[in-house]
């Protein structure tokens, strides 16, 4: 056997026997079905309770878009380089006007040549989903081709980045930016809290960028304000989504949904998907912590 596939093998064979070994909770399951059943559109959900290791898989591995979900995996191109010594955290970074993704980016109001910390980048992408600094860092990860082959590598087979990637021309055409299937999504997330991505200190570090997000109005507002949670989302017309690990009193437990094909394609609060993910986060915070009393204010929807 060719030595340099061993590790590989080793990844699908570990992944695989995980998969196999978590039991699927169907008591949550029967909860969590008729909401993606009665969704107008396509609806997926993966749910693991680490210290549980019990699971609920609902279209778990049917690919999906992820939006800016995938600028987790971004992230984790940065940090390759960085454990390589080919970039370094707090190093200044110069800001080209050619860099501009027009929209309402923070780093798009930037003046051509102004200076920036590369962890300042990192924050605006994960925390504020700064396209501008998105994919000024995907190009300093080395590109989508080489964050892909770090993925492949890890036994990730559906989690892949589309955008100004090579070959990859017709999946950005039907998924956009990425692609992924809520399992995947979720097992990036989980690794990452285990200190299992690069090494324990630069999972930490990914962790703890991952815990400020700013666009926290859907699931994470399901879980109490001092429980600590770490998420990104992703948002397009047709497809709305959300990865969250959720550090909860009686066992951390992470997911993710996703929809496509939305009937709904508007951008106000009370939207069909985002309703969704608001109602599968309670109901699964209210399944895992049975005895807390605490509830969603309904009104921090205005905020």
Not at 45 to 74: E, Q
Not at 131 to 151: D, E, M, P, Y
Not at 177 to 187: H, I, K, L
Not at 288 to 302: T, V
Request: aromatic letters at 10%; charged letters at 20%.
């Amino acid at each position: 056997m060719n030595p340099m596939k061993l590790p590989i093998l080793l990844c699908l064979i570990f992944v695989s026997f995980s998969a196999g070994a978590q039991k699927n909770d169907e008591r949550l399951t029967a909860i969590l079905q008729p909401m993606l059943q009665s969704f107008h559109g396509v609806a997926g959900i993966y749910v693991h309770h680490l210290g549980k290791d019990r699971a609920v898989a609902i279209n778990a591995d049917t690919v999906f878009p992820t939006a800016s979900m995938i600028k987790m995996t971004i992230q984790v191109g940065i940090f390759n380089k960085l454990a390589a010594g080919e970039l370094q955290y707090h190093q200044n970074l110069i800001y080209r006007d050619s860099l501009l993704y027009k929209g309402e980016d923070i780093l798009g109001s930037f003046r051509d040549s102004e200076q920036i910390a590369l962890d300042k980048v990192v924050m605006l992408m994960l925390t504020m989903s700064d396209n501008t600094a998105s994919l000024w860092l995907q190009s300093l990860a080395g590109g989508g081709a080489v964050i892909n082959q770090w993925l492949a590598g890890q036994g990730f087979e559906h989690l892949r980045v589309n955008s100004r990637t090579r070959g990859r021309e017709a999946n950005r055409e039907e998924y956009g930016w990425g692609q992924t299937s809520p399992r995947e999504m979720a097992r990036l997330m989980e690794m990452i809290y285990r200190g299992q991505v690069i090494n324990k200190t630069a999972s930490e570090r990914m962790y703890r960028n991952l815990t400020r997000n700013y666009w926290d109005a859907q699931g994470i507002l399901q879980v109490p304000p001092n429980v600590r949670t770490a998420s990104k989302n992703g948002a397009v017309d047709e497809s709305r989504s959300e990865v969250i690990m959720v550090n909860a009193p009686h066992g951390d437990y992470v997911y993710c949904v996703i929809t496509k094909n939305n009937e709904d394609q508007g951008w106000n609060h009370d939207n069909e998907a985002w309703q969704l993910l608001r109602k599968v986060g309670f109901a699964i915070w209210q399944y895992y912590e049975p005895a807390s009393a605490w509830k969603p204010d309904p009104a921090m929807g205005q905020y």
